[in-house]
T-cell receptor, first 114, second 114 residues
Framework: GESVGLHLPTLSVQEGDNSIINCAYS??????FIWYKQESGKGPQFIID?????DKRQGQRVTVLLNKTVKHLSLQIAATQPGDSAVYFC?????????????FGQGTRLTINP | DSGVTQTPKHLITATGQRVTLRCSPR?????VYWYQQSLDQGLQFLIQ???????AKGNILERFSAQQFPDLHSELNLSSLELGDSALYFC?????????????FGPGTRLTVL
């Protein structure tokens, strides 16, 4: 069945450094991928998305890379700040007849050290 | 603030009981999604409604049901509650039911079943 998982459950980086969070997915038919950030006590917050016809997309301080050959997704955060501390989830869209059905990974907890 | 509201924020009840969780989507959004987040299962999609009709179904138990009303708010009904139903329940909304829309998550309802 479909599954989306993360290589590392925790990641600790120094403030100002770049962070890379990885994600593996198993459904080669997935055509849409999203990264969410969840801070303590809050709901997930959309960060960036990418469609399967792209291999890279950039936002403000974030970049998502998609490698369909090895079914791998990564989120790069540049110049990490204390506010980046959160759990990060990747999700793939297991689309059914045009609907959106997201399958989430287990999450990676990112900690920013001062 | 995502613009999605959920009530109540916390709910404590006993096994065998029935509860109703409420969600108001962002103004103008037609789709509502329900998710369950637990420590052992992670974030799981339950069900999606679009403009009052069920659009997609995920891992929703038969004891659970949902509906979306003409004013577009949604309710998730959980019955015959078990200890394992203790979790965070999130509602999200998006402008349409199409697969490439960003979902905006509410703050969640924390359900504790004793």
């Amino acid at each position: 069945g479909e599954s989306v998982g993360l290589h590392l459950p925790t990641l600790s980086v120094q403030e100002g450094d770049n962070s890379i969070i990885n994600c593996a997915y198993s459904n080669s038919a997935s055509d849409y991928f999203i990264w969410y950030k969840q801070e303590s006590g809050k709901g997930p917050q959309f960060i960036i998305d990418i469609r399967s016809n792209m291999d890279k997309r950039q936002g403000q301080r974030v970049t998502v890379l998609l490698n369909k050959t090895v079914k791998h997704l990564s989120l790069q955060i540049a110049a990490t700040q204390p506010g980046d501390s959160a759990v990060y989830f990747c999700a793939e869209n297991d689309s059914i007849q045009g609907a959106q059905k997201l399958v989430f990974g287990q999450g990676t907890r990112l900690t920013i050290n001062p | 603030d995502s613009g999605v509201t959920q009530t109540p924020k916390h709910l404590i009840t006993a096994t065998g009981q029935r509860v109703t969780l409420r969600c108001s989507p962002r103004s103008g959004d037609l789709s509502v999604y329900w998710y369950q987040q637990s420590l052992d299962q992670g974030l799981q999609f339950l069900i999606q409604y679009y403009n009052g009709e069920e659009r997609a179904k995920g891992n929703i138990l038969e004891r659970f049901s949902a509906q979306q009303f003409p004013d577009l708010h949604s309710e998730l009904n959980l019955s015959s509650l078990e200890l394992g139903d203790s979790a965070l329940y999130f509602c999200a909304s998006s402008p349409s039911g199409e697969p490439y829309n960003e979902q905006f998550f509410g703050p969640g309802t924390r359900l504790t079943v004793l």
